[in-house]
């Protein structure tokens, strides 16, 4: 990644950057080689990426699903977290299965996968999406949120289902 003034650029989507500062550094000029409506897609995919996995883990009962949004850190080693836990290693597992399988019908496949094992904290690592899923007592001891409190969280919370689901189900 590469981070210029308070603008973030991501180098896979750009092959040139260009910025150029005038006067106060109020004003600057980007040059970059691909359309800005690849680059919209792109961020628009990453977010529904992130709804995806949030429904997948609240599809298999899991709770207090938080997304966290470490693009502002410079340290962070990816761009997002998604953070929830279960209350049984057989719930852990269900939800892990069910968040690899939604995120491989949208063509992606975790890059490592660690915890399968155990089934105490599972972690699903996609490059710029990492996804932790604990067990209820795991996750109040390491308090993933408190160690990136400084980064933009988001709760998801179950969607209430359409009318029309409800009322074709009857």
């Given at each position: 990644?590469?981070?210029?003034?308070?603008i973030?650029?991501?180098?896979?989507l750009?092959?040139?950057?260009?910025?150029?500062w005038?006067?106060?550094?109020?004003?600057?000029?980007?040059f970059?080689?691909?359309?800005?409506a690849?680059?919209?897609?792109?961020?628009?995919?990453?977010?529904?990426d992130?709804?995806?996995?949030?429904?997948?883990?609240?599809?298999?009962?899991?709770?207090?699903?938080?997304?966290?949004?470490?693009?502002?850190?410079?340290?962070?080693?990816?761009?997002?977290?998604?953070?929830?836990?279960g209350?049984?290693?057989?719930n852990?597992?269900?939800?892990?299965?069910?968040?690899?399988?939604?995120?491989?019908?949208?063509?992606?496949?975790?890059?490592?996968t660690?915890?399968?094992?155990?089934?105490?904290?599972?972690?699903?690592?996609?490059?710029?999406?990492?996804?932790?899923?604990?067990?209820?007592?795991?996750?109040?001891?390491?308090?993933?949120?408190?160690?990136?409190?400084?980064?933009p969280?988001?709760?998801?919370?179950?969607?209430?289902?359409s009318?029309?689901?409800?009322?074709?189900a009857?």
């Amino acid at each position: 990644k590469l981070v210029l003034g308070r603008i973030r650029f991501f180098q896979p989507l750009y092959r040139q950057v260009f910025c150029h500062w005038f006067g106060n550094c109020r004003y600057f000029v980007i040059f970059v080689s691909y359309p800005y409506a690849k680059i919209a897609k792109f961020i628009n995919m990453i977010t529904h990426d992130l709804r995806v996995m949030a429904d997948a883990m609240l599809d298999k009962k899991a709770q207090n699903v938080v997304g966290i949004d470490l693009r502002t850190i410079g340290t962070a080693i990816t761009d997002h977290f998604m953070i929830c836990n279960g209350d049984s290693t057989t719930n852990v597992n269900a939800i892990a299965d069910n968040v690899i399988d939604k995120m491989r019908e949208l063509g992606r496949k975790p890059i490592r996968t660690q915890g399968m094992e155990n089934n105490f904290w599972i972690i699903l690592d996609y490059g710029d999406i990492v996804a932790h899923i604990f067990l209820t007592e795991y996750r109040q001891f390491y308090r993933l949120e408190d160690l990136w409190a400084d980064a933009p969280q988001k709760e998801y919370k179950d969607r209430p289902k359409s009318k029309k689901t409800t009322q074709d189900a009857q």
